[in-house]
């Protein structure tokens, strides 16, 4: 079994150094195969023994191997982050269809949230893969579980779009269709817990945020992040949440 775990830890982090690619490269609009793996201030390309997955960047100390320039810790945090979340889904949720899609789920919102931090955009790409995976991933379960993903992507996209409509474009586009796409696999009562947190939690995070660094009520803070640590954490506690709130009334 520890050969398994750690067989399971690998591919994440695998998986995580993948995500990478695709944080830095989708915002920019590039190809995610081509060109290989290269530095991007000397275009070095990257060796096999440079694409280690935590262990390069720990070799490397943090530096280009040719020109020097610093490699953003981001990018082991990342590789790490994905392994151990890997771990704990399959831990969690046991060996079966349900947890590979909470893995690609996963994927998708942390891939999301950085390039939302960075650039203040969700790309089309990581909701229309979330809102198909989150299809099939109900589809193979059963009716019932499908019709319910539904409801949950059509309410989430349409609540969003009208905190748009009605925030005058606080919500930007990308939001609606990302929301859209945890919605198919919450489904529409987790969604609305999730939605909940997410707002909770982003209120007091960018309150805090805009006391620290001084500035206005109208300042840009993306809410993919917020979104996104909503939908983890409802994926794992969001059962005994509503369970809870129900029992109340």
Known sequence: MLALWLLVFITGLAVGSFLNVCIYRLPLGQSLVTPPSH???????????????????????GKCRCCGARISPRYPVVELATGLAFVLLVMVFGWQIKTLGYLILFCGLLTASLIDWDHQIIPDQISLLLVGAGLILQALQSTGALINGIIGGLLGGGLLLVLAVLSKGGMGGGDIKFVTGIGVFLGWQLLLVSLFLSFIIGSIVSAIWILIKRQGLKTAVPFGPFLSVGAIITLFYGEQILNWYLNCF
């Open 39 to 61: 530095c991007p201030k000397c275009n070095h390309r990257l060796g096999a023994g440079e694409l280690v997955p935590v262990l390069s960047y720990l070799m490397l100390r």
